[in-house]
């Protein structure tokens, strides 16, 4: 599921970059570390990385579903956990660039207007297991991020402090947990006492 979130976001920004900046790109989820590119990745490249997985509360729903059967049976199934994904997105311009800082804001400013056009992910880019997913996944990339402190990050990396933008993207997760609901009701009986 996580890949497919990996898919879709690169699916949305080769579909919003402009098609020149998509053409010398490299899109990458690599750890931006002290070793950063990896050898898998050609400079210039936009890295999302993932740094953080946990449940929304405040999206959480606690209301079961009733899903009807074919055979006219239901199922009660447990609701759907919210999962918000932090991506940490860095931009790494060309080894040979003359103006690497600039290069590297003018990737992060087109990113930027990119992630910020689409507040819920847009089904024409959604990948694998996020296709159809109900309710669509909101995301947001001008929210503060979950790190205590970008300073200790890129230390803990051993890479220098970069520009970065955060990125969270909420999905559902479905848990899987279903229990019988009991048969279908089959008719009605009402019935009417005198003198109670």
Not at 72 to 87: E, F, H, I, L, M
């Amino acid at each position: 599921m996580i890949d497919d979130l990996d898919k879709s976001l690169e699916n949305l920004l080769k579909q919003e970059l402009p098609p020149e900046l998509v053409a010398q790109i490299t899109i990458s989820f690599a750890t931006p570390d002290g070793e950063f590119p990896p050898p898998s990745v050609t400079l210039p490249a936009i890295d999302l990385f993932l740094y953080d997985i946990r449940e929304n509360r405040d999206l959480r729903d606690g209301e079961w579903r009733l899903e009807r059967q074919g055979d006219g049976s239901a199922v009660r199934k447990a609701p759907t956990a919210r999962v918000d994904c932090s991506y940490l997105i860095t931009a790494w311009p060309s080894a040979s660039s003359s103006t690497p800082a600039r290069d590297e804001h003018r990737l992060l400013g087109e990113v930027l207007k990119a992630l910020v056009r689409h507040p819920v992910l847009p089904p024409g880019v959604l990948a694998g297991t996020l296709q159809g997913q109900q309710p669509p996944l909101p995301a947001s990339s001008l929210q503060p991020g979950r790190l205590q402190s970008l300073a200790e990050f890129w230390q803990a990396l051993g890479g220098k402090p970069k520009a970065t933008l955060n990125y969270t993207v909420t999905l559902g997760v479905e848990t899987g947990i279903a229990t019988a609901a009991g048969p279908p009701v089959q008719e009605r009986v009402f019935r009417l006492e005198q003198g109670v």
